[in-house]
């Protein structure tokens, strides 16, 4: 799809900007022609001579180079170019770029460039989430041509999650590639459950699990990188900062149930990737339990089955959505996710043996199975990004 496309790549000054040498690297693996422009600041990240070598091309680094202005000025790049992709754009770059700024060799470029452009944000958290940043992004979002992708969400030092990231390669790869198709899964709705829930036991106590929901996450930047109109549902993970689709946040299993099913008829694609509690508290005190009053015991009801209950709506209904769930499993994984497969009548369910080394809630690697309701079975293992790419590369193809 990439084959013989020119593509202009910008480097902006961020540590992420070492990973523009594997994007181009990538790009002409793919058969793309690249040409590289970088911000001043960019060369204090990585050397020009380093992407003139996996470019093949000269890399122009200045707006007025005598040298390279006859055959590489900022209007050949412009004219030259099939689609423009920055990477990282920082805060700074996409400010420069926001406000139509001309001052170096690819915010020039890129005023003079008429194509389809692809900015993918990286930064600090704080900073992304800056109102000035976020306005600049509005913008941006606002502008004809111009597509953002990510930033990834990635643990935060305190042990929250949080947008900054620069997107991984696959979705970068994704998203240029989208510059030309409009993405494979363009047009289609996806809705996402993520992270765990939590049942007040009083004020101060909850029940609850260990889930992160970055697979979730993942899933949901992987799908809105091939142009997909995402919704996340996401329990209670602490902040995530604004991300580029849309995220509804819920605490409880009864709220995420409330989330889903007004969304679940329109969706093209619901996954179930939520831990969800399967239990909760029969009371709820509304004050504080102190010690001395006990219970020693607790008394616990059923929450619903979101998925199962949202499957049962949708199967109802002259159409619905591809059906997929997770299974968190320790033992007879994959019998057990089959048996879940059925009973929530499913088109695939994800396994996750979550004793396995490498698996499990928090880590950003996964080894996961993909079962079918046709009996297939793909063995999937990589970050948790990786695995999403897979799922999505497996769910497109059914896409309805
Ligand atoms: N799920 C859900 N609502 C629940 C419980 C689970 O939507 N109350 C979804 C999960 O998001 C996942 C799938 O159902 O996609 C399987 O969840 P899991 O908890 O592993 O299965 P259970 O059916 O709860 O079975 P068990 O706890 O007995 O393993």
Request: charged share 20%.
């Amino acid at each position: 799809m990439l084959q013989g496309k020119r593509i202009a790549v910008g480097v902006g000054g961020g540590i992420a900007a070492y990973k523009a040498g594997d994007f181009v690297r990538e790009l002409r693996r793919q058969g793309a022609v690249v040409r590289v422009a970088m911000t001043k600041a960019a060369q204090a990240f990585i050397s020009p001579l380093t992407l003139q070598s996996l470019s093949g091309e000269s890399v122009m680094v200045e707006l007025f180079d005598p040298a390279q202005e006859e055959r590489f000025g900022h209007l050949h790049l412009a004219r030259w170019a099939d689609a423009f992709v920055v990477l990282p754009a920082t805060a700074d770059l996409l400010a420069r770029i926001a406000t139509g700024q001309g001052n170096d060799a690819v915010t020039t470029s890129l005023l003079a460039f008429r194509g389809p452009v692809l900015l993918a944000p990286a930064m600090n958290t704080a900073m992304w989430d800056h109102p000035a940043v976020q306005r600049n992004v509005a913008t941006l979002r606002a502008t004809p041509r111009t597509h953002l992708v990510g930033p990834g969400v990635g643990p935060l030092a305190d042990g929250d999650v949080g947008a900054g990231r620069l997107s991984e390669l696959p979705e970068l790869i994704s998203a240029t590639r989208a510059l030309f198709t409009g993405g494979t899964l363009q047009g289609k709705r996806v809705l996402i459950t993520a992270g765990p829930t939590r049942e007040a036991l009083d004020p101060v106590r909850f029940l609850s699990n260990p889930s992160t929901g970055k697979m979730g996450l993942a899933v949901a930047e992987a799908a809105h990188a091939r142009g997909a109109q995402v919704t996340v549902v996401l329990g209670p993970v602490g902040e995530v900062g604004s991300l580029p689709y849309e995220v509804v946040r819920v605490t409880t299993a009864d709220e995420l149930l409330a989330a889903v099913l007004p969304r679940v008829g329109e969706a093209d694609f619901f996954v179930a990737s939520a831990a969800v509690s399967d239990w909760k508290p029969a009371q709820v005190s509304s004050r504080k339990t102190k010690k001395g009053e006990g219970p020693e015991s607790l008394q616990l009801v059923r929450t619903p089955d979101v998925l199962l209950t949202a499957s049962a709506q949708v199967h109802a209904a002259a159409r619905r959505p591809v059906l997929v769930g997770f299974a968190a499993e320790t033992h007879d994984v994959l019998a057990y996710a089959r048996g879940k497969l059925e009973k929530k009548r499913l088109d695939f369910i994800v396994a996750n043996d979550v004793s396995a080394d490498g698996a499990g809630f928090a880590g950003d690697t996964n080894v996961v199975t993909v079962l079918g309701a046709d009996g297939s079975e793909r063995q999937v293992r990589g970050t948790k990004r990786e695995v999403a790419n897979r799922l999505w590369d497996v769910l497109e193809a059914v896409a309805p």
